[in-house]
């Protein structure tokens, strides 16, 4: 197979015939300063455990040795499985990694969990962090979130917690976009989360979509279907009269 590592954060990633394997010692780790990425140096499983994102991810299993199969949780990850709670591991978190915000989200709508008190208080009180963050770890957060099965929970979730209007203010959610991400998910089409971005950015002045567009530095592929689709709204009116024919249209 082949190897790819990456020193800077102690892993690799192992590849054979389509099948793809990430391996990371364990790791502890600090952040210089809000936003940025960590330093990270060798530490033992509990170190690493304390880096995860949320406590139902600090939960290991012993792979070998005479304690084979014994479950690590130190954090009480199985609790909050059991609770249906995501729950951070420290009051730094937010402010250590903010795309941590986008993640909780996600996890939250997936699972049909929900985020705790105090990590709610944590997460209202680091939305100001989330622009310290670098446009493409923001991008491929809100990719992952417009990727998930049913995208519209947590953008509409976002909204209203003020995720959305801290990653660009020209963001909204609501009734409209819940129906009309439901329309596209039963169409015959294939959806991607560029559709999905395109229906996010509908109803923002063009001036701010090229703004967005630009800033975060999606994709051109991303950019065409969001223009197209842009374009097509100029066209909506006469399109949706029913006396049109199909030579015209």
Do not use: C, M
Not at 64 to 74: A, E, N, R, V
Not at 76 to 82: D, Q, T
Not at 84 to 110: C, G, M
Not at 117 to 133: C, I, R, S, W
Request: charged share 25%; hydrophobic share 35%.
């Amino acid at each position: 197979g082949e190897v790819t590592t990456h020193s800077r954060f102690g892993t690799a990633t192992y590849t054979k015939k389509g099948i793809s394997l990430d391996l990371a010692r364990a790791r502890t780790e600090y952040y210089p300063r809000p936003g940025s990425l960590p330093v990270v140096k060798p530490g033992v499983i509990l170190d690493d455990l304390y880096r995860r994102d949320f406590t139902i991810n600090s939960i290991a299993i012993r792979i070998s040795g005479p304690q084979s199969g014994k479950l690590l949780d130190p954090f009480y990850g199985r609790l909050g499985i059991k609770n249906k709670q995501i729950k951070v591991l420290h009051n730094q978190s937010f402010s250590d990694d903010p795309t941590r915000i986008i993640r909780a989200i996600r996890y939250e709508q997936r699972f049909g969990f929900r985020i705790d008190n105090d990590t709610y208080k944590l997460l209202q009180n680091n939305l100001q962090q989330l622009p310290t963050v670098g446009v493409d770890r923001l991008r491929k957060e809100l990719n992952l979130l417009l990727s998930e099965e049913k995208p519209d929970a947590g953008i509409i979730r976002a909204f209203e917690l003020g995720i959305l209007q801290a990653i660009h203010p020209s963001l909204t959610a609501g009734r409209w976009l819940l129906k009309k991400f439901e329309a596209a998910r039963s169409s015959r089409l294939e959806v991607d989360p560029s559709v999905y971005l395109s229906l996010l950015l509908y109803h923002v002045v063009a001036s701010h979509i090229d703004q967005f567009l630009s800033h975060y530095r999606f994709r051109k592929s991303q950019i065409e279907v969001v223009n197209d689709t842009i374009k097509l709204k100029g066209f909506e009116a006469q399109l949706g009269d029913p006396r049109l024919k199909p030579s015209t249209a």
